[in-house]
């Protein structure tokens, strides 16, 4: 199970922290993502983990701008978005799949969370 929270409405330029909670099985044994999704538009990727923590890729949009993090001893996923602008405007869900290597298409992945509303103003 995966269960998001840190979201909310922020001003542009203003910064926000995601946290995904993973339960039913280690964290450890799985590569975690980030995927959006904007109003009238379909989920795009955001932001993946491996397993271990060791390597990452970014969405080109967040690129710069967006950290993905995992902390496996709290079972616990993050993304920490700096510099947020209104076109940031979306529902973020955590992912989490089977396999210990990071992907970025939605179709790799296996379980997701609820999703958590980020909504940034001008």
């Known amino acids: 199970q995966l269960v998001e929270s840190g979201g909310g409405s922020v001003q542009f330029g203003d910064s926000l922290r995601l946290s995904c909670a993973v339960s039913?099985?280690?964290?450890?044994?799985?590569?975690m993502g980030w995927f959006r999704q904007a109003p009238g538009k379909e989920r795009e990727f955001a932001a993946a983990?491996?397993?271990?923590?060791?390597?990452?890729s970014y969405g080109d949009s967040v690129k710069g701008r967006f950290t993905i993090s995992k902390d496996n001893t709290k079972n616990t996923l993050y993304l920490q978005m700096n510099s947020l602008k209104p076109e940031d405007t979306a529902v973020y869900f955590c992912?989490?799949?089977?396999?210990?290597?990071?992907?970025?298409?939605?179709?790799?992945?296996?379980?997701w969370g609820q999703g958590t509303q980020v909504t940034v103003s001008s």
């Open positions: 039913g099985r280690p964290s450890s044994t799985a590569a």
């Open positions: 983990i491996n397993a271990n923590g060791g390597s990452t």
């Open positions: 992912a989490a799949r089977r396999g210990v290597v990071l992907r970025t298409a939605e179709d790799d992945y296996d379980y």
